[in-house]
């Protein structure tokens, strides 16, 4: 079985139901999933050693872990969490 999804920018792209263990998720991906504001926000998230680091691809290109983030997503308190 076969979904079909809308990715960030705005292509249909037909998915298998049963997604891989671990994808590669660009940094538009990553951006649209964590809801960061934007490369410099992400880039400062790493650089505070907040958010995972990427992997390399290439010797041009990024991507990071899904698992990884989806995990530093968990680990984000919720609103209102600790305060008193």
């Not at 139901?17 to 671990?22: E, H, K, L, M, Q």
């Amino acid at each position: 079985m076969k979904t079909t999804t809308t990715s960030p920018d705005a292509t249909t792209t037909t998915l298998p139901s049963t997604p891989p263990a671990d994808r590669l998720l660009r940094r538009p991906e990553v951006l649209y999933i964590t809801g960061l504001s934007g490369p410099s926000a992400l880039k400062r998230a790493i650089a505070e050693a907040d958010f995972p680091r990427p992997v390399r691809l290439t010797a041009r290109s990024i991507a990071w872990r899904q698992s990884a983030v989806l995990t530093w997503i968990e680990s984000r308190p919720e609103v209102g969490e600790g305060e008193e």
